[in-house]
C-alpha cells in the first residue's frame, strides 16, 4: 500500500539558531498533528545540536543535514524539489503562524484562484507580539512575496527554475516572481494568514554582519537588474541604486561605501552567469509587471505606535 501524500509539507531551513527553532516548532505543533501536514526541517551544518534535537524531541518531523554549510538556498530547493505534497509552505526557523488555522484558508483561497502560484502571508516583524492581530486588507495581485512566511502552490514551482543557489543570500524570491510572471503565474497577497517573524529590523544595521549583508543585497539587485530587465531601463536604474547609496557615504556612513565597492566587484564577476541565466522581460511585460502594487513587506497593526 502506498503512503499518503500529503497536502501541506512545511519547510524549514536553519542553522545554529536552535533556541529560534525551538520556539518555533513548539508555536506550530499542532499542525504538524493533522495527517495531511508534513514537516522538514534542513540543518544546514549546525554545531549547536539542532539536528540532535529535532529528532528527540520531534520524531515525526523530517530531518535533513548537511555535514558542512551549502546555504539556506540549496536547502530551500532541495526541500522544494523533494516534496510531494500538493502545497508547501516556507517558513523561517525564526516565524510562526499566529492565525490559528491557517491551512484551511491558504488551501481554500489555492483552490479558489487557480492562477495564484504562491499566497504571500501578511507578516509582522518584531521581537514581541503584535498588539492588535485585525486587519482590513483585502488580498489581491502584488509583484513578490518575502522569504520567510509564504506558500507555493508545487505545480507552479515546478514550472520555474530553481532558486539561483549563486545569490547566497537575497534576491531569490524577486528571481522566483519575475519567473512566475513570466509563465503567467501569479503571486498573491492573502491578509487572512499572519505570521510572526521576531527579528528586530531597526538594529540589524549595528549587527557584525551589516555590511555583508548590505553587499549581498546590492548586488542581487544588479544581477537581477541585467537578468530581467529591458536593457533600455538598466542604466538609469543601475545608477540610481549606486546615487542612493552614495548619498549614506557622503552622510558617513562608510560601511555602505565598502559594501558599495565589493557589491560592483561581484557584479562584474558574476557577468556570465548573468548572461547564462538572462531572461529578460519585453518592454510589455516589464510594464506590466510593475504596474502590480508592490510586495508587501512589512505589516503594522493601524493603533500601534511606529
Wanted: charged content about 20%; aromatic content about 14%; glycine content about 4%.
Amino acid at each position: 500500500m502506498q503512503p499518503i501524500q500529503p497536502t501541506f509539507s512545511i519547510l524549514i531551513s536553519t542553522k545554529n539558531r536552535l533556541s529560534d527553532l525551538a520556539f518555533t516548532l513548539q508555536k506550530i505543533n499542532h499542525l504538524l498533528k493533522k495527517d495531511n501536514v508534513e514537516c522538514v526541517v534542513f540543518d544546514d551544518g549546525s554545531t549547536d545540536g539542532t539536528y540532535e534535537y529535532v529528532k528527540d524531541n520531534f520524531p515525526h518531523i523530517k530531518i535533513h543535514r548537511n555535514e558542512f554549510s551549502k546555504g539556506y538556498i540549496f536547502c530551500r530547493n532541495t526541500m522544494l524539489n523533494e516534496t510531494k505534497a500538493t502545497y508547501a509552505i516556507s517558513l523561517d526557523d525564526d516565524a510562526h503562524f499566529v492565525t490559528e488555522n491557517p491551512l484551511e484558508s491558504i488551501q481554500d483561497y489555492f483552490e479558489q484562484n487557480a492562477n495564484c502560484g504562491l499566497i504571500a502571508f501578511r507578516i509582522f516583524w518584531g521581537l514581541e507580539d503584535p498588539n492588535s492581530i485585525v486587519s482590513n486588507e483585502n488580498p489581491q495581485q502584488v509583484q513578490g512575496f518575502v522569504g520567510c512566511a509564504h506558500a507555493w502552490r508545487m505545480k507552479a514551482w515546478r514550472n520555474i527554475p530553481n532558486y539561483p543557489e549563486w545569490f547566497v543570500f537575497y534576491g531569490e524570491e524577486n528571481f522566483a516572481s519575475y519567473q512566475l510572471f513570466k509563465k503567467n503565474w501569479q503571486v498573491h497577497y492573502f491578509p487572512q494568514v499572519l505570521a510572526h517573524h521576531r527579528v528586530a529590523v531597526k538594529s540589524r544595521k549595528n549587527d557584525a554582519d551589516y555590511t555583508l549583508r548590505l553587499r549581498r543585497s546590492l548586488r542581487s539587485g544588479w544581477y537581477l537588474l541585467f537578468m530581467f530587465y529591458p536593457i533600455a531601463t538598466i542604466p538609469r536604474k543601475l545608477a540610481y541604486s549606486i546615487w542612493m547609496q552614495l548619498k549614506k557615504v557622503f552622510n558617513g556612513d562608510l560601511k555602505v561605501f565598502q559594501a558599495l565597492v565589493l557589491a560592483l566587484l561581484d557584479l562584474v564577476c558574476a557577468i556570465p552567469r548573468i548572461i547564462k541565466n538572462s531572461h529578460r522581460m519585453s518592454q510589455t511585460e516589464y510594464d506590466s509587471y510593475f504596474k502590480l502594487p508592490e510586495t508587501k513587506i512589512y505589516w503594522q497593526p493601524e493603533n500601534s505606535i511606529n
